[in-house]
């Protein structure tokens, strides 16, 4: 009788939990199921991404370290999960420090976030802890240890916005940096 | 059988149905009272008043004389997308059963083709519309044997009760699907559900802002200026006449996007428009999550304050598809509670929804066509249950609006308000 219940109970668990689609980087959303998903780095392609990238001009830089989440989500009763890319910053200019993320956040309190849309270029959100303004920009990965970074304003009239403050974002906007 | 009065003035004439449904038998009259319009040229859709009588025996009068009617300028809220399709036609070429149910129509306003009771209340219509239930036919062919699809799947008798059927019969998830079979004399009930009742408001909406001289002018404006360089914003509200005026207006300096403003909150706005434009780095076809952010500061600084009657327009340029071209977006606020949780969730700060547009699972983008950034944001307002509705509007008919929604298999239709 015991072993029934528990056969019972083990079967039930199995048909209750719907299994979960495993989708590479780069599927668009209308070929994926709508929940339970887990869109996975199978290609390996962060390994060219993840670590540090630093852009240098004399007694000036601005360094940008990044890391890979595995299977994160957000919100957290979100069951769609992808491997997620974020990271922290640091821009010297003239030897004094300008600004300075210490630590990797993912969201919503991330200062980088980097998306996928090719192998070699990234959809990039980056945001100024000293404006707290925000840009929105591209990663070009050029060659295996150098790439592009562009950034600019996200569109949109913005109401009582928390980074209508005056003071102008301060880091580079436009760099070509170095793995290292 | 088909009767005609000889009563020429009276210019009715009848059906005689006799039918043979589930085994039962059963016969009915359908009147048909036509318009003097149709008389005159019976080559066009006929015109005028159908009401049934039906009876086992006794007849009994399942529809009121005067609620019928039915013109070319009818809307059909039923059979939309549905197969088999119906008709308020007995189809006397039916070779299965013939299933009857009842539908309800819209009769526009014949002045300025309104929906019912939306025309210029200063010019009252002399015609001003009107919604009527009226017997819809289907043909099943499949002898008994109906798919999902089908308005018959949930048989039963009509007991007056609420039905809310709105026409999307193809969706097997969609709970509005049920459409009542009269199989007895019950009267039909409330066919209108809760959403179809959104829908409609939210229409009228759309539709009346059209009625107003400073939206059309404002609006074309916007629309001209997604070729332009700048981006232009309007605020304005909507008075107890209908009429919108929108007299904030703020632009951005030449080649910059996202710049900010400052309404206070003594600012009543029912209306927030604004355009999108491509400054060679792409624009985004759809609302960007700073709109979003900014819809979610307008509530939480007072400045809506009734949602029922908020608006949120866009203008935006052509896309990356071949065939796109400038588009007009609307956002209207659906469920006060969800909007509210959405927005202290992801809209806080606009830099957490620009990228959650970005990533893996929505993936919005100014790189791809119209259609897939309405589709993706469609669905990102649904997956993040936001409380909001998106419509789809023509920028060479103001008053032409589509609410774009997800169904439940995760598949985008327009359903148009016209």
């Known amino acids: 009788m015991k072993k029934i219940l528990i056969f019972t109970v083990v079967a039930f668990s199995l048909f209750a939990c719907k299994a979960q689609t495993i989708y590479s980087k780069g599927t668009q959303p209308e070929a994926m199921e709508a929940d339970n998903i ?143 | 059988m088909y009767s005609v009065s000889p009563n020429t003035t009276d210019s009715k004439f009848y059906n ?72 308020p036609y007995y189809p006397t070429n039916c ?48 002898n008994g044997n109906w798919n999902s699809n089908n308005p018959n799947t949930t048989g039963g008798t009509n007991t007056g009760g609420s039905t809310s059927g709105d026409g999307n019969n193809n969706d097997p998830d969609d709970p509005r699907t049920s459409i ?20 409609i408001s939210d229409c009228n909406l759309l539709e009346n802002l059209s009625t107003s001289p400073d939206f ?37 300096p030449e080649n910059v996007r996202g710049f900010d403003t400052t309404i206070y909150s003594t600012e009543q706005v029912d209306v927030f428009m604004h355009n999108h434009f491509n400054n060679g780095q792409g624009s985004l076809y759809v609302f960007s999550g700073s709109d979003l952010y900014t819809l979610y500061q307008l509530y939480l600084n007072g400045n809506i304050t009734d949602t029922n009657n908020f608006v949120m327009l866009v203008a935006t340029p052509g ?7 400038e588009t007009l977006y609307a956002i209207t606020i659906k469920n006060e509670t969800s909007f509210v949780t959405f927005g202290a969730n992801f809209l806080h700060d606009f830099f957490l929804i ?25 669905k990102l307002l649904k997956t993040f249950n936001s409380g909001l509705t998106v419509f789809k509007g023509d920028k060479d008919n103001l008053s032409s609006w589509s609410k774009l929604k997800v169904k439940n298999n995760n598949t985008l239709i327009e359903k148009n308000c016209n």
């Open chain 2, 16 to 87: 005689l149905t006799i039918e043979d449904k589930n085994g039962e038998a059963d016969m009915f009259v359908t009147k048909y009272q036509p318009t003097a319009n149709w008389l005159n040229d019976k080559d066009q859709v006929f015109e005028g008043n159908i009401s049934t009588l039906r009876g086992a025996g006794v007849f009994t009068h399942i529809l009121p004389d005067d609620a019928g009617g039915t013109n070319q300028n009818y809307d059909g809220l039923g059979n939309n997308y549905g197969s088999p399709q119906g008709s």
């Open chain 2, 180 to 199: 009542t079979i009269i199989n007895g004399g019950g009267a039909p009930g409330n066919v209108f559900g809760e959403e179809d009742d959104d829908f």
């Open chain 2, 354 to 378: 620009d990228n959650l547009y970005n990533n893996d699972t929505n993936l919005i983008s100014p790189n791809i066509s119209n259609d897939l950034n309405e589709e993706r944001f469609a």
């Open chain 1, 38 to 180: 887990y869109i996975k780095d199978i290609n390996n392609d962060h390994d060219l991404l993840v670590g540090t990238w630093k852009w240098v001009d004399g007694n000036s830089s601005f360094e940008i370290t990044l890391q890979e989440f595995e299977m994160y989500h957000y919100p957290d009763n979100s069951t769609r999960y992808y491997d997620a890319i974020f990271g922290k910053y640091k821009y010297i200019e003239n030897g004094v420090v300008i600004a300075e993320t210490n630590t990797i956040e993912p969201l919503p309190n991330f200062s980088v976030g980097f998306n996928y849309w090719t192998s070699t270029l990234y959809n990039v959100g980056i945001k100024d802890v000293v404006s707290d303004k925000s840009m929105v920009g591209k990663f070009e990965i050029i060659s295996t240890n150098t790439a592009t970074l562009n950034l600019w304003r996200s569109e949109g009239i913005r109401v009582n916005s928390q980074d209508n403050n005056g003071i102008d974002f301060s880091l580079p906007i436009s760099v070509t940096l170095t793995k290292q």
């Open chain 2, 319 to 325: 896309g990356s598809g071949v065939n796109d071209e």
């Open chain 2, 95 to 142: 070779d299965g059963e013939v299933i009857v149910t009842m539908e309800t129509i819209i009769v526009r306003c014949t002045c300025e083709n309104h929906l019912p009771n939306q025309c210029n209340q200063q010019n009252p219509c002399v015609n001003p519309g009107y919604y009527a239930t009226i017997p819809y036919y289907y043909c099943n062919l499949d």
């Open chain 2, 216 to 252: 059309i002018n404002k609006m074309q404006e916007l629309i001209n200026n997604t070729s332009g360089n700048t981006e232009i914003g309007y605020f304005g509200s909507t008075d107890s006449n209908g009429d919108t005026t929108l007299p904030v207006r703020v632009e951005s």
